[in-house]
């Protein structure tokens, strides 16, 4: 079946440092693929996301490329900030499944 | 605004009891499902539901029950055959019939006492 693997934390990182989180997936096909990130004691809030290979998603600063080749969907930041404190989740999913895989999330900590 | 909400936000239950978790949308999804999150772990699918009246069990289904009577509603109710109960609940939607895009509620933390 599908799986999520993605970089185990927590990440402790200085303020304006770059963020990377590996996300790596194992699926049939190329399905779509998700960042999503938790603030504490909250839901999920969909990050990004990419439908197809070369995709590139982007939001408040975030990118993530859909790499068919590695199989691979990175999440990264230039600068973090201490708002950006959160889990944050990597899923993959198409239409036919029955619903999205998630990893186990990695928790980030942004220190001042 | 459309959106998923879920209700209450905490809930406390007592040994051998029953307590159901509501979770309504508006979005005219028609997919839905129940997760579970244990503190610092994933999410782990507990009931999913591609169509009014029909639901599937995930992969920890053992001591929940759900309906889906209406397209808006997937109500989960954690009964006294669930052994370990205390967690984090989370309902999602999405609009295709699974594994697209999901949009979740605030939560319900159940807590046993």
């Known amino acids: 079946g599908d799986s999520v693997t993605q970089m185990e934390g927590p990440v402790t990182l200085s303020e304006e440092a770059f963020l990377t989180i590996n996300c790596t997936y194992t699926a049939t096909g190329y399905p779509s693929l998700f960042w999503y990130v938790q603030y504490p004691g909250e839901g999920l809030q969909l990050l990004l996301k990419a439908t197809k290979a070369d995709d590139k998603g982007s939001n408040k600063g975030f990118e993530a490329t859909y790499r068919k080749e590695t199989t691979s969907f990175h999440l990264e930041k230039g600068s973090v900030q201490v708002s950006d404190s959160a889990v944050y989740f990597c899923?993959?999913?198409?239409?036919?499944?029955?619903?999205?895989?998630f990893g186990s999330g990695t928790r980030l900590q942004v220190q001042p | 605004d459309g959106g998923i909400t879920q209700s209450p936000k905490y809930l406390f239950r007592k040994e051998g009891q029953n307590v159901t978790l509501s979770c309504e949308q508006n979005?005219?999804?028609?997919?839905m499902y129940w997760y579970r999150q244990d503190p610092g772990q994933g999410l782990r699918l507990i009931y999913y539901s591609q169509i009014v009246n029909d639901f599937q069990k995930g992969d920890i289904a053992e001591g929940y029950s759900v309906s889906r009577e209406k397209k808006e509603s997937f109500p989960l109710t954690v009964t006294s055959a669930q052994k370990n109960p205390t967690a984090f609940y989370l309902c999602a939607s999405s609009g295709d019939r699974g594994g697209t895009e999901a949009f979740f509620g605030q939560g319900t933390r159940l807590t046993v006492v």
């Open positions: 979005l005219n999804h028609d997919a």
């Open positions: 899923a993959g999913g198409d239409t036919g499944r029955r619903a999205l895989t």
